[in-house]
């Protein structure tokens, strides 16, 4: 089946046309600056490589218009969309059809991730309103934590509060998460039963996965949570935003800003959100990129360690996105955290360089570590086709 994959965000929307069966990508792309002066869209094509089209695209309709004008060369026919959806919310198990119902709920639940899903669901709208005749699949990035267990889930605030407002983790990287799973146990013929799954991009989860089902996750009510991330400061005593608030003289929305786009690496470093900026910086001596370095792996390895303790061990890791996935210097100081638990990896594995999932430890670590490329467009292809197929 070809399935459009549609990440829409406020301002822009990312697409991707892919087979579900070959996992072969025929096009994919980005609108930027939607509803901003200087939009264009970024193409590239199988074969025809990389273009940039400059077109007025004064909002998401106009924005979907072009991309299926653009497909129309490309000979490989839309059969069914897919689109990811930040938050699910309280409705989401799984991946769903998009009816009115559904579509009611992603707006229902918006609140929870503002910048997202309203984007989201109007695109989600436009399109069954454009393509009638297409099948449009909703793919919530929470829905693969919904069912991990209360203890992990539940915040301790008063219950009324926590049921009226819907106060609680839903985690975040889910499709990436469950498509690591899918492919460690392929990959591993079984024999993976307790897998830490840590997503290192520029936002960065863990997830504990017992046998396929989501044990717990780093990040929490919204991707705020968790990791030590490229501009979001993760876990704190959430009595900092009180202080910063009455004493600091901060406003909600200046903290919220602050947290989320100019802490992390960032911050502590002073050069960049950028791993690779980072790790360049502290080779040539910067003493705040190494503190960065070091803030980003011990997070890593501690919460590392919350993660098995969900699920009383732990028997494999897999490192996936940007950073995990290429970063050797990274993986290496993870690994050294971890040292304690048994982990170990093998230098000489880990600078390999592949698409391919592989294993990067020792055959005497205790841990076995694998770097698994993620691919979350192929995920919510597979779950279009499921659905609609
Ligand atoms: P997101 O999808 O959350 O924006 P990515 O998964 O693309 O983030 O990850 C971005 C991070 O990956 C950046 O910190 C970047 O430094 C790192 N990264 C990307 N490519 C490489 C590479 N070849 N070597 C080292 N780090 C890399």
């Given at each position: 089946m070809n399935v459009l994959v549609v990440n829409a965000g406020s301002s822009s929307l990312k697409y991707q046309l892919l087979n579900t069966q070959s996992g072969e990508v025929f096009a994919k792309g980005n609108c930027e600056r939607i509803g901003i002066d200087g939009s264009f869209i970024g193409h590239e094509e199988k074969g025809a490589g990389k273009s940039t089209l400059e077109v007025a695209l004064p909002d998401h309709r106009t924005a979907i218009k072009h991309v299926f004008e653009i497909l129309e060369t490309v000979d490989a026919p839309v059969e069914g969309i897919g689109h990811r959806v930040v938050q699910g919310g309280w409705y989401f198990p799984e991946s769903a059809v998009v009816t009115d119902e559904t579509l009611a709920q992603v707006r229902e639940v918006a609140p929870l991730a503002p910048l997202h899903n309203y984007a989201e669901a109007d695109v989600i709208e436009i399109c069954r309103d454009m393509f009638p005749e297409l099948g449009n699949v909703i793919v919530p990035d929470t829905a693969f934590h919904y069912n991990m267990p209360e203890r992990a889930w539940?915040?301790?605030?008063p219950r009324d509060v926590v049921e009226k407002h819907h106060v609680r983790k839903y985690g975040a990287h889910g499709t990436s998460h469950r498509f690591i799973w899918r492919t460690v146990n392929e990959f591993m013929e079984g024999k993976a039963h307790k897998l830490v799954s840590c997503h290192l991009g520029s936002g960065a989860s863990l997830c504990a996965i017992e046998d396929g089902h989501c044990m717990d996750t780093t990040m929490g009510l919204t991707p705020l949570d968790g990791l030590v991330m490229g501009t979001r400061c993760g876990t704190?005593?959430?009595?900092t935003v009180f202080y910063l608030s009455r004493?600091?003289?901060?406003?909600i929305d200046e903290i919220d800003t602050m947290m989320?786009?100019?802490?992390?690496l960032l911050a502590v470093s002073g050069v960049s959100s950028d791993s690779r900026d980072v790790c360049e910086g502290a080779d040539k001596g910067d003493e705040n990129c190494e503190m960065a370095l070091e803030m980003f792996s011990y997070r890593v390895g501690q919460l590392f360690a919350e993660m098995a303790a969900s699920m009383g061990g732990v028997d494999t890791m897999a490192f996936t996105a940007g950073i995990g996935e290429n970063s050797v210097e990274l993986r290496q100081r993870v690994a050294d955290k971890l040292a304690w638990l048994g982990v170990e990896i093998d230098p000489e594995l880990n600078a390999v360089r592949s698409d391919d999932p592989r294993v990067i430890s020792?055959?005497?670590?205790?841990i076995t570590c694998l770097v698994v490329p993620t691919n979350e467009e192929l995920m919510i292809a597979l779950d279009v086709e499921a659905l609609l197929g």
């Open positions: 539940r915040y301790a605030l704190l005593d959430p009595a004493v600091g003289g901060y406003s989320n786009k100019q802490s992390g020792t055959p005497n670590s205790k």
